[in-house]
């Protein structure tokens, strides 16, 4: 069975620029979440999709960061325009519907110049 | 809210001595308790967990940690280190009803010949 996938593993964007983080969770897994870890910092969450619905975006910096997971398989982060302080490593994950045990990818290793 | 702490931020050990990473929580009530690890080029693994019942729980990778109500703590253990631990350890707490995993700040462990 395939993992949680993320693409790309790296990216490097100038500032002011768009970049869109893509997920692919493990077949069906109803829950995917978003972290993000700045350097030197904490694994933070950053929101919460339950199939298509944003259950928790509590965690998202900014309205410049918008995620989207339509049909509810696949999800897209997409960062317009970027910043320096949103360097740091996105993590997405999965789980079973009701499930606490959260499957993660490898991460994307963003780096805003 | 809830939170964890990792004291230590970097660990060196010599290949075959037993290891001890600290982890520390502050929730209202018992927690579920996670440790995962994250090798490098790879994402994050889950190593154990503990929701309920005996406080001793067994892991994959030779892993054990335990959770100590009093203390408020869950510290992983090994009895004999290998070079492939080499990795960066995280403790995360979920509370009850929640979906955010709080993670800590991460423990590096280096292992050396």
């Known amino acids: 069975e395939a993992g949680v996938t993320q693409f790309p593993s790296h990216s490097v964007i100038e500032k002011g620029q768009t970049v869109t983080l893509r997920c692919d969770p493990i077949s069906g897994h109803d829950n995917l979440y978003w972290y993000r870890r700045v350097m030197g910092k904490e694994i933070k969450f950053l929101l919460h999709?339950?199939?298509?619905?944003?259950?928790?975006e509590s965690g998202m910096p900014n309205n410049r960061f918008l995620a989207e997971r339509t049909g509810g398989t696949y999800s897209t982060l997409k960062v317009q325009p970027a910043e320096l302080e949103d360097s740091g490593v996105y993590f997405c994950a999965s789980s079973q519907p009701g499930g606490t045990e959260a499957f993660f990818g490898q991460g994307t290793r963003l780096t805003v110049v | 809210a809830q939170s964890v702490t990792q004291p230590d931020i970097h660990i060196t050990v010599s290949e075959g001595a037993s290891l001890e990473l600290r982890c520390n929580y502050s929730?209202?009530?018992?927690?579920?308790l996670f440790w995962y690890v994250q090798s490098p080029g790879q994402g994050l693994q889950l190593l154990l967990k503990y929701f309920s019942g005996d406080t001793l729980v067994q892991g994959i990778k030779g892993f054990e940690a335990e959770f100590k109500r009093s203390q408020s703590s869950f510290n992983l253990r090994k009895p004999s280190v290998h070079w492939s631990d080499a990795a960066e350890y995280f403790c995360a707490v979920l509370g009850a009803g929640s979906y955010q995993l709080t993670f800590g700040k991460g423990t590096k462990l280096s292992v050396i010949p």
């Open positions: 999709f339950v199939k298509e619905s944003k259950q928790d």
């Open positions: 929730y209202g009530a018992t927690p579920y």
